[in-house]
């Protein structure tokens, strides 16, 4: 990652400041009137702070709102790093979210409260369910676990959260957090980065895999909070391009750390669970399993040079399936997505057209679940998923042996 | 008769044994240049893979772009750039090799001949090489980005690409050789105009309805109402 460096007005700024009892910072531009809005409704009941730091990006002013020295609050803005931070929405978030870690490692701030851009978790509830585990129970990270329906966030639910629980043994349902909060240590630690290994795009589940492997520790709160993602104009393979690739580029990075680890550990929850509000009515299936024949059909020569045989033969049987029949085994999109990771390491193909032809067997998957939960209820959706995550630990061996001698163990 | 006859084949069989002795140093000499240059090679192509290796230049490389990767994903831009080398030396000992082949000969033009048309060979098989990895790097491109647009006729669009630039490639290989020579530009238009002229009336007739619907449409047609999306990847 590269090194976050701040103006000097914004250095001036935060040298007058000091250090700090906590920083907010909001990971887009917000004016300065709503975020004073916004902050006093969420610290009207009063706290134990003596000195708050809130930080927003972009370059208006924020003098003229409180900032002399006898006030608690201080308002400080930076801009955004002119980095190539990819299509994806979640790309600039990276760089803002690296940016507000920076402010509060360079201010020494004993909690780093990390916020998504449109600010709507500027709310007292939401603060201390990610502020009062890190003050009170020294918690070093706190994920946020949003309302999630149970046809919602399915690449994190399918890809980044089981692998991320497998891999490093820290059961996160949020491993890609647009609100989180983090100590003084691993606020360091994040604002660091990462090493990268010739990969130009952003780095995104950083957030979680790093404290992660630096042994912190890490509590998820239920968040009544929603963030819409303007995915408009995007397509579906570019973001799953960016999100899988991102992972598999920090599965590489952090190899020697994973193969150690065995199984995962839960960990502690804050708040109670929030119910989605959205729709639960049953989702077609058809076009998706239309997308996953058409793939199969077509990219066999691409498959084949990723899956090992066993792989290729299941996908087969499936496309021999009635819509209705049309079932995805664990097992099989477990090592699906391990043997991409494997390819993705090799460099087998090119990359982009590697996470391209990922897509349709993520399709595939989406059909499969989609028919299998369409009956049941949001908590045993729920349940389904923690099946699938456990499908992730059970085959990290077969990824492990894969990782680690490629050519010798191709079953 | 029957002696002249002997006399004759005996001057012919002499005659062809001189000229193969009088062969013999000028391919001698060339083997030697081409075997000297061969381990020349490789004893750079090693260095040059051991200093890029010190400097750790497929990082380097890898940080800045991944154009390299993308483009030749099975090997390393260290294993490209030493390749370069040694090929560049066995191309340059074919060459020393045929001017030693002359000097040790006693027949005279052959490298004049020959050395003109040896940069037109090795830009050729660049151009070959070049053009047969991009018409798979883009046939691959193709095929993937037509599958996820659900395009059922995704593997003729990449076969139809995959030809286009193996045709394009074959014309410039040929007209590079200087062979065939006007008729291959225009075998090559005709091609290439032909595909163009196939593609433009297969879309155009293929989408005349439904232009025709669209344009009749356009004015009478109700304000749609965006469905709610059910399921959210992200």
Known sequence: MVKIEFPESTRKKLEQIGAADLLIGITGAVSADELRTKVDAAFAQGNSFSKIVVASAGTETTDDLVNDADSRFHYVTYPLPLQDSGAVPWGEMGISQRSVLSIASSIGAQVCLVLHADANALQAQTIALLVQPVIENKCELVTPIYPFGKYEGLINSSILSPLVRALYGKRIRQPLPFDFSVSTRICSRLSQGDQRNGYTGPLLVWPATIPAIESATISQAYLDVQHPVHTDGLELSTVIAQLAGSAFLEMETHAAHWQRVRGSQPTPLWGTPVKSSTSSEPVDARPMIDSFLLGSSNLEEVWRLVLPPVTLLELKRLTRLTPEQFRMPDALWVRIVYDFALAHRLRTISRTHLLGAFTPLYLGWVASYVQEVAAVTPTAAEQRLEQLARAYEDNKPYLVSRWRWPDRFNP | ?234
């Open chain 2, 1 to 234: 008769m029957w002696n002249q006859v002997e006399q004759s084949l005996r001057e012919s069989m002499s005659r062809v044994f001189t000229k193969i002795a009088m062969l013999l140093p000028g391919i001698l000499a060339f083997i030697v240049a081409l075997l000297i240059f061969i381990a020349i090679g490789w004893l750079f192509a090693l260095i040059a893979r051991r200093l890029l290796l010190a400097v750790k230049f497929d990082e380097r490389i890898g940080r800045g772009s991944n154009a390299i990767s993308e483009w030749s994903p099975t090997y390393t831009p260290t294993l490209l750039v030493t390749r370069v080398v040694f090929w560049g030396f066995v191309i340059i000992g074919v060459l020393l090799g045929l001017s030693a082949f002359e000097a040790g000969s006693t027949e005279f033009g052959i490298s004049a001949y020959v050395l003109p048309y040896v940069p037109r060979i090795v830009g050729a098989t660049i151009v070959l090489l070049i053009g047969n990895v991009v018409a798979r790097f883009l046939s691959r491109s193709v095929l993937i980005t037509a599958v996820n647009l659900n395009l059922s006729y995704a593997r003729l669009l990449a076969t139809g690409v995959k030809w286009l630039v193996l045709v394009l490639t074959a014309a410039m290989v040929l007209d590079h050789l200087s062979i065939g020579g006007e008729i291959v530009d225009l075998a090559f238009g005709i091609l290439f105009g032909g595909i163009v002229l196939a593609l433009s009336l297969a879309v155009g007739l293929g989408s005349r309805d439904l232009v025709s619907r669209s344009l009749k449409g356009e004015t009478a047609r109700p304000v749609e109402v965006p469905q709610p999306e059910k399921l959210h990847h992200f």
